[in-house]
């Protein structure tokens, strides 16, 4: 028998050989290729929005800088000299505070800005307002239906028709501003933002009227308007009962806490329906550091502008309570006092000596307007004399 020879197997070899190097970089250039074009996708489609839309206007809130301040607006009102003189003091501390949004006063139309005498007041706090607090002088007409008056309050519903603002923060004039509000224009979009009446609480869950965050429209600012004439609304309906019927059930709340402190609340001996729970220690000093706002409200306390009986005072007065080691806690009583001093303290801005003079002075540099608008120089002087 022949035997074929045959040659020895070759072991198996269980790994692959190593691809070569040209073959790795071709690998690469194609897994960088398909990085870079799926991160292009990505970076493209993040900029299409699907639905329309216009820009976020809480969009530049992290970015004051960038913020088109001419779109928002503080807006108060006047119907008379008190309340023209509150208007000048929120616009005051507004401008104090550093507030960046426009301000509007609305004010009726026979009212003007020419200082015919030195006891013209008004007048001479439409031109303050105007030059030293850049207020925006908006005169409307206060309407009226038959014999009945119209209620100054429902003055507030012009503000709805600021529609060259995209939103307007009006502000009862009876309040104390303790820090800029800018913010809140800045919050995401809504009809009306209000706060609640937390002092009604638990019986009622209520708007109130004193702060109303609002994006003007036309069409509901004329329905508002019929909603106010004495022949269409109830004999005790106002602003608030009017506003909570039409935004009552859709309106954004904002908190209380930081926006709607009444003075009253140093006055009450139970907190719990302002700090919203039942646990929490009341700390008066905390509480006006976190607010921003103040509105006065000491029933059955005259406004801060009118003067007090001296026996109401006593009794309405917050008293010291005992403290933990045996001292008096007076600080609701200090805080509460401390408010009205302030309030009154401000108020010499409508009653300031030098308002006279300098209403002698801008009338005698009125005359000279046509020369103020052709000369910057005189232009400038007449800006920085308003601002001492």
């Known amino acids: 028998m022949v035997h074929r020879y045959s040659p020895p197997l070759r072991p198996i070899r269980l790994s692959h050989s190593p691809p070569t190097q040209s073959f790795i970089h071709r690998r690469s250039r194609w897994l960088y290729t398909l990085l870079a074009v799926l991160g292009l996708y990505i970076w493209h489609t993040s900029h299409i929005s ?54 509007i006063l609305l004010y009726p139309q026979q009212w003007d800005t020419d200082i015919e005498s030195l006891d013209d007041r008004d007048s001479q706090l439409l031109v303050k307002a105007r030059d030293w607090y850049n207020v925006k002088l908006t005169p409307v007409e206060i309407p009226k ?43 995401p979009s809504a009809k009306v ?63 209380h806490r930081q926006y709607g402190l009444l003075s009253g609340e140093f006055r009450t001996g139970d907190h719990r329906n302002y700090l919203g729970n039942a646990l929490e220690a009341w700390d008066p000093d905390r509480v006006m550091r976190e607010a921003s706002l103040v509105h006065f409200s000491d029933w059955p306390l005259p406004k801060p502008w009118i003067m ?16 933990k080691n045996g ?53 400038s002087s007449r800006k920085q004399f308003h601002q001492k």
């Open 50 to 103: 699907i639905l329309p839309h216009r820009d976020p206007i809480h969009a530049p809130s992290l970015i004051y800088n960038n913020v088109d301040w001419t779109r928002y607006a503080y807006s108060q009102y006047a119907t008379n000299s008190a309340y023209l003189c509150n208007a000048v003091m929120v616009f005051e501390a507004l401008s104090r505070l550093g507030s960046k949004a426009d301000r």
């Open 145 to 187: 239906e038959g014999n009945d008056a119209w209620d100054g309050s429902l003055t507030k519903f012009m503000a709805w028709g600021q529609t060259s603002y995209d939103r307007v923060l009006h502000l009862d004039s009876d309040v104390t501003v303790l820090k800029s509000l800018d913010e809140l224009f800045l919050l």
């Open 193 to 255: 933002a209000m706060l609640r009446a937390y002092w009604k609480l638990p019986e009622q869950k209520t708007l109130t009227s004193l702060f109303v965050l609002l994006e003007p429209d036309e069409v509901e600012y004329q329905q508002l308007m019929v909603a106010a004439r004495p022949d269409h609304r109830k004999k005790n309906e106002y602003d608030m009962e009017i506003l909570n019927s039409f935004y009552g059930d859709s309106a954004m709340v904002l908190p």
């Open 308 to 323: 007090w009986p001296h026996k109401l005072i006593g009794e309405i007065m917050p008293k010291c309570r005992s403290g």
């Open 327 to 379: 001292n008096d806690d007076c600080r609701d009583k200090n805080v509460w006092m401390g408010l009205y001093d302030d309030f009154r303290r401000r108020r010499k801005v409508c009653t300031d000596r030098n308002l006279k003079l300098w209403a002698v002075v801008d009338k005698i540099l009125g005359h000279m307007r046509p020369a103020l608008s052709a000369s910057p120089r005189l232009a």
